[in-house]
């Protein structure tokens, strides 16, 4: 198991930038695939992205693609998404994931959410 803890959340100005980390601990970071997923007020959690655990493989949503970018350093059991040209839509509670395993399917364990608000 691995427990996610997200940091950098905020309120930036459309067309800002930020930079979200999820730090993880407990079993092996290297063998877990990792994801960034989202919630806006009134609808479902949406996947964002995610990554492989070699950080070889990404996979965008559509809505963020070009725009937004992860990345991970497994010596340090951390993921990132860096966050540009934001748009209000992007307003939401974003939440780190994790799977065992390879990229597709279903993300096991959560961090408990980090806020980004988007003014415009």
């Known amino acids: 198991q691995v427990q996610l803890v997200e940091s950098g959340g905020g309120l930036v100005q459309a067309g800002g930038s930020l930079r979200l980390s999820c730090a993880a601990s407990g079993d092996t970071f290297g063998y877990y695939a990792m994801a960034w997923f989202r919630q806006a007020p009134g609808k479902g959690r949406e996947f964002v992205t995610a990554?492989?655990?070699?950080?070889?493989?990404?996979v965008y949503a559509d809505s963020v693609k070009g725009r937004f970018t992860i990345s991970r350093d497994n010596a340090m059991a951390t993921v990132s998404l860096q966050m540009n040209s934001l748009k209000p839509e992007d307003t939401a509670v974003y939440y780190c994931?994790?799977?065992?395993?390879?990229?597709?399917?279903?993300?096991?364990?959560w961090g408990q959410g980090t806020q980004v608000t988007v003014s415009s």
């Open positions: 994931a994790a799977r065992y395993g390879n990229i597709n399917g279903q993300y096991d364990y």
């Open positions: 990554i492989s655990w070699s950080g070889g493989d990404t």
